[in-house]
């Protein structure tokens, strides 16, 4: 299995492709968005470079700021989205301190979601408000798998991320049927080009295996369509508006999320 050291000059090489490709796209939003990348990459890598420690603070910070955009999209109150901030930190943290008890950790924070709602006596908004909140919980809290994980998630977010790029502009290419009513943007022809690409960039990194396979072929693009799902039904086109061409975090990590549960599920 690849290290967290050997990756670097593959990252570094994919970081001056892209530039290049943005580049010569003439582009400005592609532009900005490699901004972000070259100013991102280095602090993910550093943080797995860091070992435990490190990736523990990086799924905290990643998992605080996708709680609030999520509790955004959901339009809840903010003392639920601190509370869900909370309970995803709590699974992050016990999977670094108590590690094999994250299950327990997971319930006290759904009894903490819920507890909000209904200490408030919120009867009309109560279900709606418990709906989003558990939701969230169960969405975010695979983030506590990246520093278990190791290099071998670190390896999945540079395939999940490859495989983005390349079904973005597959996509616009080559057209074709669409993906999902719920990302129209989204074609069948790109999905399945940056399937191939992600199990090229596992395979390089000696990484493949059929857990991954499936984690980047499938889970990464329902992850997509998930968080599209979630978007439409709250009317936004982002999770956010913070991150220069990009949105929110959240929408930088969906495909990420669900690639890492479908591996946990299968490993």
Partial sequence: MTDVASLAPFLGGALAVGGIAAALSGRRELLVRWYCWAAGVPLVAGAFWWGTPGVTLLALVVGVVAA?????????????????????????????????????????????????????GDSTHGLRRLGAGLLGLVWLSVLAALAPL??????????????????????????????????????WSGTLAGAAAALGV?????????????????????????????????????????????????????????ALAVLLLLR
């Fill in 68 to 120: 609030l955009e999520f509790g955004g999209l959901m339009r809840v109150s903010r003392s639920d989205r601190v509370v869900l901030a909370a309970a995803v930190s709590g699974v992050v943290l016990t999977s670094w301190l108590a590690p094999g008890q994250e299950v327990r950790a997971v319930a006290v924070g759904a009894l903490a979601i819920a507890a909000v709602p209904m200490l408030a």
């Fill in 150 to 187: 190791g290099a071998t998630a670190l390896v999945l977010f540079i395939a999940v991320s490859v495989g983005d790029v390349v079904a973005y502009f597959s996509g616009q290419r080559l057209g074709g049927p669409r993906l999902s009513p719920l990302s129209p943007a989204k074609r």
């Fill in 202 to 258: 596992l395979a390089a990194l000696s990484a493949l295996s059929w857990p991954t396979a499936v984690a980047v072929a499938v889970g990464a693009p329902a992850g997509d369509l998930l968080e599209s799902m979630v978007k439409r039904g709250a009317r936004a086109k982002d999770s956010a508006h913070w991150l220069a061409g990009s949105g929110g975090l959240l929408d930088r990590i969906d495909s990420l999320l669900l």
